[in-house]
């Protein structure tokens, strides 16, 4: 996977989980869809460590860095070089 | 607290500058309706809303509208960046440009800067998660004017989903509305002096 | 493409809000709880805006700037 395709991939389940996390707080006792939430979060954490592992911080506080320090690194999110067209024939 | 995730929730990637358009979009960045609003509104009312289940949706909605928030400025600098002098004359930006050149500051579409006098956050449950809904469609109205306002599919894109955002935030609101509602209901007989408990 | 994975358990039409909704009074605003049937992938989520089919609604006037009676 590309670095884009990697950031595509964390960005759906990262806003999947958000949706779902939406509705958990006024459903919280829906066992199957806490199941699905878990299940992303498993997932998404292990793309995030591999996005952190190749291409630098996704998060403050949570990622490690190297040396010189990669949270400074561009692109910063508002920028055209961190962002990619979502077409929905791409998905 | 707040932590920060490197990464807009939705891809915003535009090719064409258009500072008329900007003019416009600001707008949900610091108009009466907008994504700042929005936010703060939301954060403000946590701290008396009753029940986990809506302090958690006031909590959790009002942290995506700053994503909301990140998003919006963003489509406003990429439609801005790099503007030579007469392309902001010409697209009628000159006024915008004398007063914040090419930073994106929190307005709304006639020029007005951000001010809590369009939010309320006044305490009564029932009351918050009313102004809340209608926040909602407000948003989702002035998505749907903004997107009739282009035909430029890279900021179709980015306003549909926010105003999607917007539906569902209402429908989420609308059941905590339901849930306070009951646990009110089940709480008092008559109209209380405050609604003290937890 | 098949954009929704089936909820579990799998049966007949879901209906995705509660019905009836019960014990309603006057002066009073009441939205559907929803009921969660299927829903959309991750991927197909982010381009819908939701991942929950029923409350994605594209509907609205694209054109034009009054609607008239």
Known sequence: MTEQELLQKIMELDFYIIDLHL??????????????????????????????????????NH????????????????????????????? | MWMYDKKLEYPILIKNPNPALAKLIVTQYGGPDGELGA?????SQRFSMLTPQARATLNDIGTEELGHLEMVGTIVRQLIEGLSDREIEEG????????HGLAVYPMSAGGVPFSAATLQSLGDPITDLTENMAAEQKARSTYEYLIRMTDDPDVIGPLKFLR???IVHFQRFGECLGIVQDYLDQKRVFAPQTAREN | M?????????????????????????ARAYVPVQVRCAVFTPAVSLTKGTAFPPLWNDCFLRTGGVIDD
């Open chain 2, 164 to 166: 999607e955002r917007e």
């Open chain 3, 2 to 26: 098949n954009e929704t994975i089936p909820a579990t358990p799998a049966a007949g039409d879901c209906v995705p809000l509660e019905t009836p909704i019960e014990d309603v009074k006057l």
């Open chain 2, 92 to 99: 009628g930006f000159a006024p915008y440009y004398v007063d």
């Open chain 1, 63 to 91: 990622c490690v860095s190297a040396v010189p320090w990669q949270w400074i690194d561009s692109p910063w999110p508002w920028q055209k070089a961190a962002n990619f067209e979502l077409r929905e024939e791409n998905v």
């Open chain 1, 23 to 60: 509705y958990l707080n006024t459903h919280p006792e829906d066992a199957d869809a806490i199941g699905m939430y878990n299940d992303a979060v498993l997932q998404n954490r292990d793309l995030r460590a591999e996005y952190t592992q190749k291409y630098g911080m996704l998060t403050s």
């Open chain 2, 39 to 43: 936010a703060v509104r939301y954060l």
